[in-house]
Nanobody, 130 residues
Framework: QLQLVESGGGLVQPGGSLRLSCAASGVTLDNYIIAWFRQAPGKEREGVACIPNSSDGRTNYLGSVKDRFTISKDNTKNTVYLQMNRLQSEDPAVYYC??????????????????????WGQGTQVTVSS
């Protein structure tokens, strides 16, 4: 059973940076696409970034975070990261790491549908305030 644990959230000033970590245990991430979603109060959960299970795969980003956020994966640590730079007032939310099982190697990923993902972490809060 795959388990995901997020960490790295906190309070940061506008323009600041945070790095979120998603540590996986139970199984390796070789057969999973990984995504970060976020949910702010009163808003729907939205996909922020995803990384496919191919080493040659292409990451995908929400338009408003492209060029500011970077998703990456360390296979040796079975951990996925979300580097968030130039944080803005629209970024505060609970950030969730999620994994979707794929029986085949995939070079692309999508994050428009949370129901396409099978396992979720408990979330980590990101707050942006001066």
């Amino acid at each position: 059973q795959l388990q995901l644990v997020e960490s790295g959230g906190g309070l940061v000033q506008p323009g600041g940076s945070l790095r979120l970590s998603c540590a996986a245990s139970g199984v390796t991430l070789d057969n999973y696409i990984i995504a970060w979603f976020r949910q702010a109060p009163g808003k729907e959960r939205e996909g922020v970034a995803c990384i496919p299970n191919s080493s040659d795969g292409r990451t995908n980003y929400l338009g408003s975070v492209k060029d500011r956020f970077t998703i990456s994966k360390d296979n040796t640590k079975n951990t996925v990261y979300l580097q968030m730079n130039r944080l803005q007032s629209e970024d505060p939310a609970v950030y969730y790491c999620t994994a979707g099982f794929r029986s085949a190697v995939q070079t692309i990923c999508f994050m428009h549908a949370p129901q396409a993902y099978d396992y979720w972490g408990q979330g980590t809060q990101v707050t942006v305030s001066s």
